[in-house]
């Protein structure tokens, strides 16, 4: 029997807290060589892309695909969800949301593994809809006191800030210049489609954390190349997507400022093979991609609670 989860009720059954820890499982199997995660790969056909991420774990119980496409009517994604043991097709889910909660909550874990114990203040680039689900995993890690967020449109700033601080009962201030994002940020996030750097490394400060999402393809860059040789540590979800996909980072690898054996999985800090911070002054950087696995993880969440809710529709398949 296949079940079929909308949008809406990916959302309301997968809090962000629940997701965190169906995160952080998936990346400690992985560690453990619990789990098989294959990068994305994509096909073009004229103007639309097809982007295609399998992972399975017999641990987890599942193997699944997110199959998604972009082109100029949009973008469109779908997760399959099979039993490991059978092989049946268990649940189909639209996985747009499904996406914005598992990136959220991977940078979620890594703030909780590379951010500073006391780290309270947050300062994010970007006011769109992946801007609000690391605002949300980073509450759920750190009892955050206060959070900055800097945007090009003032309109959608402002009406951004204001619904963050009415979700998360933490004031969300906005602020008119770059500069100001980390100037008194322990955690700096940057969840823009930008195609030149919004964070220069001259802004930061010892002792922050920076989660960078945006750069999922070699043409955008969101922090430069002073940012990323000022890190102490830098951890990626998986090195050979990184290679293909962090633009962050293969520019500067490229320039001959980084070698590939300088970033570290993230798998390896959560199942903690390395430590990440060593001193409290230490800079440190996540580079999320985002993986297969980790949407393995959360879509048995969504499809085990939804199953035990008898939510979802019965597709005769």
Partial sequence: ??????????????????????????LRLLAE?????????????????????????????????KAYTTGPS?????????????????????????????TGAASGVATKFMAREDATRVGIYGTGWQARS??????????????????????????????????????????ETPEEVPQDADIVVTATNAREPVLRGEWLKPGQHVNAIGSNALGRLEIDEVAVTRMSFIAADAIDQAKIECGDLAAVVDAGKLSWDGV?????????????????????????????????????????????????????I
């Fill in 1 to 26: 029997m296949t079940r079929f989860y909308t949008e809406k009720d990916v959302a309301e059954l997968l809090p962000m807290g629940d997701a965190v820890a169906c995160v952080e499982r998936a």
């Fill in 33 to 65: 060589d619990q789990a098989v995660n294959l990068p994305r790969q994509r096909v073009r056909v004229d103007k639309l892309l097809l982007h295609v991420l399998p992972a399975g774990s017999a641990e987890l119980g599942y193997v699944g695909l």
């Fill in 74 to 102: 949009g973008a469109r994604f779908y997760f399959l969800q099979f039993d490991a043991r059978s092989g049946e097709l268990v649940a189909m889910m639209q996985a747009d949301r499904l996406g914005q909660i598992r």
């Fill in 134 to 175: 690391q605002l949300q995993a980073i509450a759920e890690v750190r009892p955050i006191v206060s959070m900055v967020a800097y945007g090009r449109d003032a309109a959608r700033r402002e009406k951004f800030c204001s619904e963050m601080t009415e979700e998360l009962g933490v004031p969300v201030r906005p602020v």
């Fill in 264 to 316: 570290h999985e993230i798998a390896d800090v959560v199942g903690g093979k390395i430590t990440a911070r060593r001193s409290p002054d230490d800079i440190t950087l996540f580079e999320s991609q985002g993986l297969a696995i980790e949407d393995v993880a959360v879509a048995k969440h969504v499809y085990e609670a939804g199953n035990a809710k008898g939510m979802g529709t019965v597709l005769e």
